[in-house]
């Protein structure tokens, strides 16, 4: 079976601060990552993946994550924090496999941006 | 940018009663899921459709869902007698070539509220 958890309900940064939101999951097998992102009454919208190489990936809108596979972790980063960053943040994993099976995702941390 | 459409963006109904969310996903996509979400909060699997047949159901997905493309356009999912658990925030998805590394894109969601 595969999990995600995400340890904190609440991220609160003052604008201009570098934010993380964390990320640790449990898959057999390598796993294929994702952080996706939704805004009030949207569904929610990919930022970015890690399925191979490099441990440090880049998405959209300046958020960066980073693979640990020693602590089974994937938390997102970015270095200054914009007040339109404010959202609810969702990780997600899948276990490789030739045809897509189903996402599983964390229960979501909300990031509060203030100025 | 492509998009995965969904129809209605709110539906009421009363306990027992059938409902079908309507889902466009984007055109040259491959895979098909239905997730919910219930108070804005976890996002749970339901059901991916690949090639006209289910790949993946989750625990959730009993007998009382179908999903169905009707044509080469749409995706539905029904539920057959509504229950007050039943209430949510319904999102499709689809994604391209449906490997495990794929993202998922989703639909701004129905909110089903029975009543």
């Known amino acids: 079976a595969q999990s995600v958890a995400q340890p904190e309900d609440q991220v609160n940064v003052a604008e201009g601060n570098p934010l993380t939101v964390k990320c640790t999951y449990s898959v057999s097998g390598n796993p294929y990552l994702f952080w996706y992102v939704q805004y009030p009454n949207r569904g929610l919208q990919f930022l970015l993946k890690?399925?191979?190489?490099?441990?440090l990936v880049k998405g959209s809108y300046g958020f960066e994550a980073e693979f640990n596979k020693s602590q089974t972790s994937f938390h997102l980063k970015k270095p200054s924090a914009l007040v339109s960053d404010s959202a609810l943040y969702f990780c997600a994993v899948r276990a490789p496999r030739a045809n897509a099976g189903k996402s599983t995702f964390g229960d979501g941390t909300t990031l509060t941006v203030k100025p | 940018e492509p998009e995965v459409t969904q129809t209605p963006s709110h539906q009421v109904t009363q306990m027992g009663q059938e409902v079908i969310l309507r889902c466009v996903p984007i055109s040259n996509h491959l895979y098909f899921y239905w997730y919910r979400q219930i108070l804005g909060q976890k996002v749970e699997f339901l059901v991916s459709?690949?090639?006209?047949?289910?790949?993946?159901k989750s625990e959730i997905f009993d007998d009382q869902f179908s999903v169905e493309r009707p044509d080469g356009s749409n995706f539905t999912l029904k539920i057959r007698s509504t229950k007050l658990e039943d209430s949510a925030m319904y999102f499709c998805?689809?994604?391209?070539?449906?490997?495990?590394?794929?993202?998922?894109?989703f639909g701004n969601g129905t909110r089903l509220t029975v009543t």
């Open positions: 890690y399925i191979t190489g490099d441990n």
């Open positions: 998805a689809s994604s391209d070539t449906g490997g495990a590394n794929s993202p998922l894109h």
């Open positions: 459709f690949y090639n006209n047949e289910i790949s993946e």
